[in-house]
């Protein structure tokens, strides 16, 4: 098992959570902890989620399915997954 974090940003009202959502199920990713923030001084919203992953997933890959996924975001950002004790079902 694997750990990773995702952080999808784009300008407020631009963020849609659904894709990302379809994008990890796809690539058989499970989420484990997730927040959304907004930032209205910035004009920004975020999506931030730990994910456990099955196999060692290459960064890229996760990248740029969310980045096809939500074209609007201004960023996105991928942690290089870790080994973790952590086992799902």
Do not use: F
């Amino acid at each position: 098992m694997y750990l990773s974090h995702v952080a999808v940003t784009a300008r407020t009202g631009e963020l849609h959570a659904l894709p990302v959502w379809r994008s990890l199920l796809e690539l058989d990713v499970k989420a484990g902890s997730w927040t959304v923030g907004v930032d209205l001084q910035e004009g920004q919203e975020s999506l931030n989620i730990d994910l456990l992953c099955r196999d060692n997933l290459e960064p890229d890959q996760l990248w740029a399915e969310l980045r096809a996924s939500v074209p609007t975001a201004i960023s996105v950002e991928v942690s290089r997954p870790a080994p973790c004790e952590v086992e799902i079902s």
